[in-house]
């Protein structure tokens, strides 16, 4: 896999609906794609869309220890009405305890470094492990989204983990995903509901308040160009 072959992907998908990609990309890669989910509504809509079309797409997410326990019922949730298995990533339990007991239980407060150097532990490097054995991974990452994410395309590059990225869903509005999630009676987080259209780990995501940016409730004591923990990083 390469950056050209990513570039002639965005070419023979440019204009295919979210569940034309999702086929061509099972038949292309077969086993060698996956779904990253972090049970956000855009990825339960593709969980939707892959289990419709009975696509043997593999879906993994991340459980960084710090999540909301209504995520871990939604994984569970999921699970269950489409009969499926997510494979789940854990961080390794001694790089936690080692940057826990140096810096502290809240240590991604204290500074952006730090802040990373968490998500790095128990989201990255997990990421890694899941991507053993793939060519390409899907997510729904849209461009409205955030202000970081404005310049992203369907079909990317992602160099740093020598992989094809693909976001089908880029070109989502916020309507269209809700307008898909209750037409198809698609299981997604309560906390949406109370104000939370972003949820990552606990500790880092707040409820947005009326006008505020989707993402503002991520990592919000930092800075809106900062506001990603690596997966995305361009």
């Not at 502290?104 to 952006?112: A, D, E, H, P, R």
């Not at 020598?162 to 999630?181: A, F, G, M, R, T």
């Not at 995501?205 to 361009?234: M, Q, S, V, Y």
Request: with cysteine; aromatic share 10%.
């Amino acid at each position: 896999m390469s950056k050209t072959k990513a570039e002639e992907l965005n070419k023979i998908l440019s204009g295919k609906t979210a569940e034309e990609i999702l086929s061509f990309l099972a038949e292309e890669f077969n086993d060698r794609v996956a779904l990253s989910s972090s049970l956000g509504a855009e990825d339960q809509v593709l969980t939707d869309m892959l289990v419709k079309q009975k696509l043997s797409t593999p879906v993994f997410t991340l459980d960084t220890g710090r999540l909301f326990p209504e995520t871990y019922d939604l994984l569970d949730r999921t699970c269950q009405k489409y009969d499926i298995k997510i494979a789940t990533y854990f961080p390794d339990y001694k790089s936690v305890e080692e940057m826990v007991n140096e810096k502290g239980i809240n240590l991604f407060y204290k500074s952006v470094e730090n802040r990373k150097l968490c998500c790095h532990i128990r989201k990255i490097e997990p990421l890694k492990r899941a991507f053993k054995g793939l060519d390409a991974w899907i997510c729904g990452l849209r461009r409205s989204q955030s202000v970081t994410r404005a310049d992203m395309q369907t079909v990317e590059w992602d160099e740093g983990n020598n992989l094809i990225k693909i976001n089908p869903l880029i070109d989502w509005s916020e309507n269209e995903i809700w307008e898909y999630v209750d037409r198809n009676n698609v299981p997604v987080n309560p906390l949406h509901k109370k104000g939370y259209p972003s949820i990552g780990c606990q500790p880092c995501t707040r409820a947005i308040f009326p006008g505020e940016d989707i993402r503002a409730g991520r990592w919000w004591w930092e800075n809106p160009d900062t506001r990603e923990c690596g997966l995305h990083k361009k």
